[in-house]
Structure formats: structure tokens, C-alpha cells
């Protein structure tokens, strides 16, 4: 049996169009290395029936990627959807008929990436249809992944309500000036609502833990990890870094052992794998 029961990698589709042949030999190559599950990105790549406004040109067609996930079935391989609820929605929301659900809003780089606003009332709209979507395509895994990474929640990157409701809660939770708790817990009030939206259609929540220890705003900081459930989700951490030094330092957080934790190597060498495996 592999000590790794998790073996895979992830297919981003936001700066991309793959025919279906090509999907299938990078299932065929994922195969050889023995990996057990391939976290595909859809975005606009995947041809939704309830925002048809969204659909790139050379979408696949929801049969397409049921052909993909059943070839990987055939493989011993989990198809792994990803959408993300609340960051890194500018595939969608930088389109003239979604711009309302971001309210101005924006990742914390600040530069394309996009996010949805929490306070819109409309702003889970797009995430559950299009979930619902992937949840009846992507069958043959327990597994969503829901993003999650690179948040802005900065006073300079939310809206004026939004600015208003992490004020509220650093009141309630005594948090000071720059109110770094009460940011996380507003981030990691809309990751447990997405969490317990999957939980109960089966499937446990996978997010990206990146921003574990280089960024100030996160679910996982302090004031937010108390919030999420740890038998309900799981983070993957990944960095650019090739030393494991990084994800180290993010297992040893207080309340982090408490988390299965899956760790993605994301760097641009082989180097990079290699030291993280041989961390594990």
C-alpha cells in the first residue's frame, strides 16, 4: 500500500483552453507516475448550463468532462473540482453582468484577482450553481475543493460594508487596531459556510493553506482557525519554495495538528518534490 494515499497535482484552467484528447494524456501521464487524484480548476472551461454568460468559446461540454472523469475512473483516479467562494474570482466577476458581486472588491495583491463581496446578498449565487454543476460531473471523489487562497482583507481592498462588519466583530472580539483576529474571523466565516454547504451534499472541503504564514489575512490565522472544523475540511499547503522549512513552520501553528493536511510541492523544479518527500 503507497504511504501516500493522496498523489496528485492540479490542472489550472484560468489562463488556458485544453482539448479533450490533451486532458486525457495528461490523465494518461498522471497514470504512469501512479498519482491518485488530479485537482482540475473548470472556470470558464467547462460549458454551465445556469451562467451561460460565463462559458469560454472551446468550453467542454458537461458529457466532455464526464467522458474525463470516467477514463480516470478506469485509472484509479479522483477528479477533483475546484471552485472557489470567495477569492480569485476574476474568470467571472470581472464580467460586466457579475462586476455587482465583487462591489469593487479585490484579492490581497490587489492587482487581477478579483473577489467576491461577503455582504452581497447575491455573492454565493454563482459559487452554488456552479458547484452544483461540478458535484453532478465530478462523481468519483469525496473530495471539493474550494479555494480560498490570497484574500484580501485589508480595509483598502473591501467594500465600505464589509469594512463595517470586520469592525464589528473586532469589537466583540476585542481585537485592536489593525484587527488582524477579526479579519480572519470574517474570512473564515464565509470558508465554514462554504464548508457545511458542501458537507451536506457529501463531500469534504479541500482549501489552499498558502497563506499558512507569508500572508496577514487568513482562515487559518488566529481568530479565524477556531472557527473551522477540522474533521469537515482539509488544507493544502503548497509554497514556490523548494525547502520544506515553510510548511513546517505552518504544521506547527497552534491548532494546526488538529488538521489532515495535504502538502503540494508548487515549484518549478524537480528539486522541489524531491525535499518535500523526503521531509515526509
Given at each position: 500500500e503507497p504511504d501516500l494515499g493522496i498523489r496528485g497535482f492540479s490542472v489550472d484552467f484560468r489562463y488556458a483552453w485544453l482539448p479533450e484528447e490533451h486532458l486525457l494524456r495528461i490523465v494518461d501521464a498522471a497514470a504512469a507516475l501512479k498519482a491518485s487524484a488530479i485537482i482540475w480548476w473548470p472556470q470558464d472551461k467547462f460549458a454551465w448550463k445556469s451562467h451561460p454568460g460565463l462559458v469560454h468559446a472551446r468550453a467542454l461540454s458537461a458529457d466532455q468532462w464526464k467522458r474525463v472523469v470516467a477514463y480516470c475512473e478506469e485509472r484509479y483516479i479522483q477528479m477533483i473540482p475546484l471552485m472557489d467562494p470567495y477569492g480569485h474570482g476574476e474568470t467571472y466577476l470581472d464580467r460586466p453582468d457579475y462586476l455587482h458581486l465583487s462591489n469593487g472588491e479585490m484579492g490581497y495583491w490587489g492587482h487581477d484577482d478579483v473577489q467576491y463581496c461577503a455582504s452581497h446578498p447575491d455573492s454565493w449565487k454563482v459559487f452554488h450553481d456552479l458547484s452544483g454543476e461540478c458535484l453532478d460531473v465530478f462523481s468519483n471523489t469525496s473530495y471539493?475543493?474550494?479555494?480560498?487562497?490570497?484574500?484580501?482583507?485589508?480595509?483598502?481592498?473591501?467594500?465600505?460594508?464589509?469594512?463595517?462588519?470586520?469592525?464589528?466583530?473586532?469589537?466583540?472580539?476585542?481585537?485592536?487596531?489593525?484587527?488582524?483576529?477579526?479579519?480572519?474571523?470574517?474570512?473564515?466565516?464565509?470558508?465554514?459556510?462554504?464548508?457545511?454547504?458542501?458537507?451536506?451534499?457529501?463531500?469534504?472541503?479541500?482549501?489552499?493553506?498558502?497563506?499558512?504564514?507569508?500572508?496577514?489575512?487568513?482562515?487559518?490565522?488566529?481568530?479565524?482557525?477556531?472557527?473551522v472544523s477540522p474533521q469537515d475540511a482539509i488544507p493544502l499547503l503548497w509554497y514556490y519554495d523548494s525547502s520544506p522549512a515553510k510548511a513546517r513552520e505552518a504544521l506547527s501553528r497552534p491548532g494546526a495538528q488538529a488538521f489532515e493536511t495535504w502538502i503540494g510541492t508548487s515549484g518549478w523544479g524537480y528539486e522541489n518534490i524531491e525535499n518535500y518527500l523526503k521531509a515526509s
Open positions: 471539493f475543493h474550494i479555494g480560498m487562497d490570497e484574500v484580501g482583507g485589508q480595509d483598502d481592498h473591501l467594500c465600505e460594508t464589509c469594512r463595517g462588519r470586520v469592525r464589528a466583530l473586532a469589537a466583540e472580539m476585542k481585537d485592536p487596531e489593525p484587527h488582524d483576529k477579526a479579519r480572519n474571523r470574517f474570512i473564515a466565516q464565509r470558508m465554514a459556510e462554504a464548508i457545511q454547504w458542501m458537507k451536506k451534499r457529501g463531500r469534504k472541503s479541500v482549501f489552499w493553506d498558502d497563506t499558512a504564514i507569508n500572508i496577514r489575512t487568513r482562515a487559518l490565522g488566529p481568530g479565524g482557525i477556531e472557527i
